[in-house]
């Protein structure tokens, strides 16, 4: 099946600092990319759909000046935290579509990223 | 809106046991339906995929069924191992945005 990686794994990082999640398809072009956020023992709730070339959309209640998203290439998405605070620590994954010749429409998950603000 | 839950929220059963994870969906008109396995602080493996003209998908000791009209999908683990301890998570993609929403899993505990 297709890969999907992020980078870096996890971060720890100063309240007030910003940091950028990487989010790639390895094998296949994705002009969708999703992020989603998931607090411990919760499920994921997306935060907003990284279109390439085109901004991004954000769900109700999600910030977009403090999570930015750039989508710069058919196989790369950047989340951006920005200013973060200790309330902003979480595990952020991406996922990228793929539109299959036979017409199937699949995501495919990246391994996470988790974030940690002191 | 589509609502997606899982039932039971948490399992703990004795290895060699069969098992069943519930998924009930609120809009059956959708494209997809997928499982995953989650391992604590780990991302999403994806475990079976049915759309939404098949009936059941099977991997191994796992299978999958759909039933869009009754908005249920069921999960059976066959000769269940200790390593088969993780969240599994169900997520549906309904027709028209494909984005797909998760359940909020089913914590399995496998003991020897």
Redesign the interface.
């Known amino acids: 099946?297709a890969v999907v990686s992020?980078h870096p794994s996890w971060v720890i990082c100063k309240s007030g600092t910003s940091v950028k999640i990487e989010c790639r398809s390895l094998d296949f072009q994705a002009t969708t990319m999703?992020w989603y956020r998931q607090f411990p023992k919760?499920?994921?709730m997306?935060m907003a759909?990284s279109n390439e070339g085109s901004k991004a959309t954000y769900e109700q209640g999600v910030e977009k000046d403090k999570f930015l998203i750039n989508h710069a290439s058919l196989t790369l998405s950047t989340l951006t935290v920005t200013s973060a605070h200790p309330e902003d620590s979480s595990?952020y994954?991406c996922s990228a579509?793929d539109r299959g010749l036979d017409s199937?429409?699949?995501?495919?998950?990246?391994?996470?990223t988790?974030l940690t603000v002191l | 809106k589509q609502e997606v839950t899982q039932i039971p929220a948490a399992l703990s059963v004795p290895e060699g046991e069969n098992l069943v994870l519930n998924c009930s969906f609120t809009d059956s008109a959708i494209?997809?339906l997928?499982w995953?396995r989650q391992d604590p602080?780990?991302?999403?493996t994806?475990l079976l995929?049915i759309?939404s003209s098949q009936r059941e998908q099977t991997s191994g000791r796992l299978n999958a069924s759909l039933d869009k009209s009754s908005g249920r999908s069921t999960l059976y683990i066959a000769a269940s191992q200790p390593g088969d301890s993780a969240t599994y998570?169900c997520?549906v993609?309904s027709g028209g945005s494909?984005?797909?929403t998760?359940?909020?899993?089913t914590s399995l505990i496998v003991h020897p």
């Open positions: 099946g992020q999703f919760q499920s994921l997306l759909t595990f994954i579509r199937t429409d699949t995501q495919y998950f990246g391994p996470g988790r | 494209y997809n997928q995953f602080g780990k991302g999403l994806s995929l759309q998570l997520a993609s494909y984005i797909p998760f359940g909020r899993g």
